[in-house]
């Protein structure tokens, strides 16, 4: 099935730029999220790529998407403490079906001073 | 502002009882899903609905039922807890399409204890 993967961790300064990575593994992806879910809260779309793109940016989000090898990034700009929280990375597939969304086990990413 | 409410932030229950968890959408939107959330395990669905009365196993049904009677409200059921269902549980509300998939609205989670 298909499988989503993550690192558990990440620390940078703040004003430091955070990358956050991500590989899939199924092939007929068609959209990549990115989630964010600050403490005791729900997610929050963030941004997406649709799966013919190869970069997105927004303000200071930056997509990158590597079709080849299945990999996918999020860079943020920089970093605040505000930004601190887990990041979650999805995909979906070409069937159309609802429950095809697949989440990776999510980033924690942590900010310090 | 658009949202999705869960009826609980916390709650203790204890094994063997009877589970309830609501979710209610202000969005009209057609799906609705019930996700769990453990440590490194991110999201796994548990159940999905598309429609009124319409519903669809997720990854991890087992030990739990969900009831669509009105298309805002979408019910999570634990018919007899057990340790292993203490968990958050995030309930989420989107509208149809391929893109629509992704665009999900998520309420702010209940974090279940069962004891």
């Known amino acids: 099935g298909e499988d989503v993967e993550q690192s558990l961790f990440l620390s940078v300064r703040e004003g430091d730029s955070s990358v956050i990575n991500c590989t899939y593994t199924d092939s007929s992806s068609t959209y990549l999220y990115w989630y964010k879910q600050e403490p005791g809260a729900g997610l929050q779309l963030l941004t997406y790529?649709?799966?013919?793109?190869d970069m997105k940016q927004d303000q200071r989000l930056t997509v990158l998407l590597n079709k080849k090898d299945k990999h996918l990034s999020l860079r943020i700009a920089d970093t605040q403490t505000g930004d601190s929280a887990i990041y979650f990375c999805?995909?979906?597939?070409?069937?159309?079906?609802?429950?095809?969304?697949?989440f990776g086990s999510g980033t924690q990413l942590t900010v310090l001073p | 502002d658009v949202k999705v409410t869960q009826s609980s932030r916390y709650l203790v229950k204890r094994t063997g009882e009877k589970v309830f968890l609501e979710c209610v959408q202000d969005?009209?939107?057609?799906?609705m899903f019930w996700y769990r959330q453990d440590p490194g395990l991110g999201l796994r669905l548990i159940y999905f609905s598309y429609d009124v009365k319409m519903k669809e196993k997720g990854d991890i049904p087992e030990g739990y039922s969900v009831s669509r009677e009105k298309k805002e409200r979408f019910s999570l059921i634990l018919e007899s807890a057990s340790t292993n269902q203490t968990s958050m549980y995030l309930c989420?509300?989107?509208?149809?399409?391929?893109?629509?998939?992704?665009?999900?609205?998520f309420g702010p989670g209940t974090r279940l204890t069962v004891l």
């Open positions: 999805a995909e979906s597939s070409s069937s159309g079906s609802a429950r095809q969304l697949t």
């Open positions: 790529i649709f799966s013919n793109m």
């Open positions: 989420a509300s989107s509208p149809p399409g391929q893109q629509g998939l992704g665009s999900k609205f």
């Open positions: 969005m009209d939107h057609e799906n």
